[in-house]
């Protein structure tokens, strides 16, 4: 069973950092792209970034660019998002997902706030 879980989410200040895990199981880990979306109240989901297998190239949405990375632990099966310099806007339930299988995880909520 294919099953993504999220945690590392937080109440943090602006200007601040968290970083959030997703621990992954039930498939290949390095096999698949996986990817950070984001779904703030009243908003659409939208997509934050994205690791291609065994992490050659990454891509950013241009909110975020220069102050998120994502990577990943194929040895460990989780795939990380490190968030720098947060801002109220980055506000919002974090989800990381795997296109290949249709698979979301429960979300974590990070609140960027003073």
């Known amino acids: 069973q294919v099953q993504l879980v999220e945690s590392g989410g937080g109440l943090v200040q602006p200007g601040g950092s968290l970083r959030l895990s997703c621990a992954a199981s039930g498939f290949t880990f390095s096999t698949y792209a996986m990817s950070w979306y984001r779904q703030a109240p009243g908003k659409e989901r939208e997509f934050v970034a994205a690791i291609t297998p065994a992490g050659g190239i990454t891509n950013y949405a241009d909110s975020v660019k220069g102050r998120f990375t994502i990577s990943s632990d194929n040895a460990k099966n989780i795939l990380y998002l490190q968030m720098n310099n947060l801002k109220p806007e980055d506000t919002a339930v974090y989800f990381c997902?795997?296109?290949?299988?249709?698979?979301w995880g429960q979300g974590t909520q990070v609140t960027v706030s003073s």
């Open positions: 997902h795997v296109a290949f299988w249709s698979v």
